[in-house]
């Protein structure tokens, strides 16, 4: 038997097990981790962040999670959808917040074709919304990550490490494939890309060149939170490139909010920097800053859009007093009573 059928047959089982695979070795290593940490000097630690750094890092939460929505103002103009832009900004960062606590199928995907479909739009229009969304944040992924790879790699310690030169082949792969996106919405001269029954609308290099922006942007600005919450006593390149690793090898895993996943990789990359304890005290307060509070905020807003929507179904307008839609009066036998020119 030749090689090729054979890995035919293999790569569906593959591809369906390999994330799962993934997934058990991370949460292993998180798990081993774990237990190493003396959680009551994390607690201490906590209490003794200054008040002053949680306000700043609220601060830069809340305007990374707006940049974020943001992304779904181009998929929006892409898609030619009907909408406002205050409802796209606010169905946006409803999502986002159900996204990062409950995983992006709830919120990614889910929340937003239950909101956006509510005001209108059909799922064909939510889905083109929804992939340039994904393609802003992870571009600016690819552009950041990339560039931090091969300048200046974070060294990973223990079950983590990884070379530097597996690390910075990493980065170059990043960049090429952020690159082959701007060549592609730059030269192939296609308003749209097209898949089966599906069809994405294609941004221009100039709409390309704004999503790579914004997603760095918001990368960016996570990291200089979470720099932030550390009190600076690491370098920021490293404190970058840590929280980027971690945001993938949340999406890979499929935790809700890379619970553990965060913690352990951000322990990992700064390991012999910090005192363990503190380095995980500010990673807790970073997540309640860009984790909890946008829920926190999400969940009422969420509330009474349900139940708007409820009332407004509920109770539908009654017609004008005299208009057409009025059904003529009856008489005993159920015919029509003419009306009088005066009536």
């Known amino acids: 038997m030749t090689p090729g059928p054979t890995l035919k047959r293999l790569w569906p089982h593959a591809r369906r097990w390999l994330p799962w695979l993934l997934a058990a070795a991370v949460l292993y290593l998180v798990a081993q981790q774990a237990r190493e940490v003396e959680w009551a000097k994390v607690w201490t630690a906590l209490q003794a962040l200054p008040l002053h750094h949680l306000l700043i890092s609220v601060a830069l ?39 990062l606590n409950f995983g992006a199928l709830i919120g990614g995907v889910g929340m937003r074709l239950r909101l956006y479909t509510r005001a209108g739009l059909s799922p064909g229009t939510v889905g083109q919304i929804v992939t340039h969304s994904f393609i802003a944040n992870w571009l600016g992924w690819c552009w950041v990550l990339g560039t931090v790879l091969v300048l200046s790699p974070p060294r990973l310690q223990g079950e983590w490490a990884l070379g530097m030169v597996a690390l910075r082949g990493m980065g170059a792969v990043l960049l090429v494939v952020a690159v082959g996106y701007h060549a592609l919405c730059a030269f192939s001269g296609k308003s749209e890309l097209r898949w089966r029954e599906h069809t994405l609308p294609l941004a221009g290099s100039r709409v390309a060149l704004m999503q790579a ?64 304890n503190e380095v995980l005290a500010a990673v807790l307060a970073y997540r309640a800053a860009h984790y909890l509070l946008p829920l926190a905020l999400a969940l009422p807003a969420y509330g009474v859009s349900e139940l708007s929507s409820r009332e407004g179904t509920r109770s539908p307008p ?16 159920g015919d029509p009573v003419a009306r009088s020119p005066g009536a």
């Open 61 to 99: 939460a809340l305007c990374a999670h707006t940049l974020f929505a943001s992304y779904d103002l181009i998929g929006r103009w892409l898609a030619k959808a009907r909408i406002t832009r205050a409802r796209t900004l606010a169905t946006a960062a409803i999502a986002y917040a159900f996204n």
């Open 213 to 276: 922006v914004m997603g760095a942007t918001v990368w960016m600005l996570m990291a200089l939170s979470l720099w932030n919450l550390l009190q600076g006593r690491v370098p920021y390149a490293t404190v970058l490139g840590a929280l980027l690793l971690a945001g993938v090898a949340g999406a890979l895993t499929h935790v809700p909010s890379g619970l553990g996943v965060l913690e352990a990789v951000v322990a990992a990359a700064l390991a012999g920097t910090m005192p363990l």
């Open 318 to 333: 009654a017609p004008p007093r005299g208009s057409a839609s009025q059904p003529p009066p009856v008489d005993r036998t």
